[in-house]
């Protein structure tokens, strides 16, 4: 059996002591383990399908037959750009930790300042919060969709322990967040008017 870690955020944590570990940290992984990462969100490249496998020659060769009898390569100026990327010096990894870190922060303290229970996260693009309303989260989601224009996970599209919670992705540059955070929060004060 072949133990395949998927490695996606290993660079994006916000403390230094959460930081994901790679499999080849542990002893003996190298025997049974192959390890995948994209440079999706620790190079903001989402989209843009790339990434790489780690591991002893004969996995990565299994993976080479499937991959070479299934796609070809990719675009090979994306793979130029993901070059000139990894050869950036490491700490600038430190500005999108910043980044990701400072927007989770000030979208989690308005969200709880407007009485919704949010999760911060010790690590990713994402974040979780509590539906603060009676709704279920997929007709959460839809009405603040419909009524305006903001897009959040229904928790339940993550299986069906996440009913009752949403995921919010950090993404977007700032002024957008902070736009969809005050709809959000002027839905629920329209929301909690109409319901008492
Ligand atoms: C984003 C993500 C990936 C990467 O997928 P791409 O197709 O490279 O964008 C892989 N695994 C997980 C868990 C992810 O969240």
Redo the contacts with the bound molecule.
């Keep these: 059996m072949l133990v395949v870690n ?1 490695n ?2 290993s660079e994006i944590y916000f403390d230094p002591s959460d930081r994901p570990i790679s499999i080849f940290e542990i002893e003996g992984a190298k025997e049974v383990a192959l390890e995948l990462f ?1 440079l ?2 620790g190079y903001n490249m ?2 843009w ?3 790489w496998a780690a591991g002893r020659a004969e996995f990565v060769n299994a993976l080479g037959v499937i991959k070479s009898n299934t796609d070809s390569g990719v675009f090979t100026a994306i793979q130029d750009a993901s070059i000139v990327g990894l050869d950036m010096p490491f700490e600038s990894h430190d500005h999108i930790r910043d980044l990701y870190r400072d927007r989770k922060n000030r979208v989690v303290s308005r969200l709880s300042a407007a009485g919704v229970k949010m999760y911060p996260s010790k690590g990713t693009i994402y974040l979780w919060g509590h539906v603060p309303t009676t709704e279920s989260s997929v007709q959460y989601a839809s009405r603040l969709l419909q009524e305006t224009g903001v897009v959040i996970g229904p928790g339940v599209g993550w299986g069906p322990s996440g009913e009752g919670y949403f995921r919010l992705c950090l993404t977007t540059p700032d002024d957008r967040p902070d736009e969809a955070i005050g709809r959000i929060v002027t839905d629920l004060e329209k929301w909690k008017s109409s319901h008492s």
Excluded: F, L, N, Q
Aim: no cysteine; net charge positive.
């Design positions: 998927d996606a955020y994209s999706s969100k989402t989209g399908r790339i990434g």
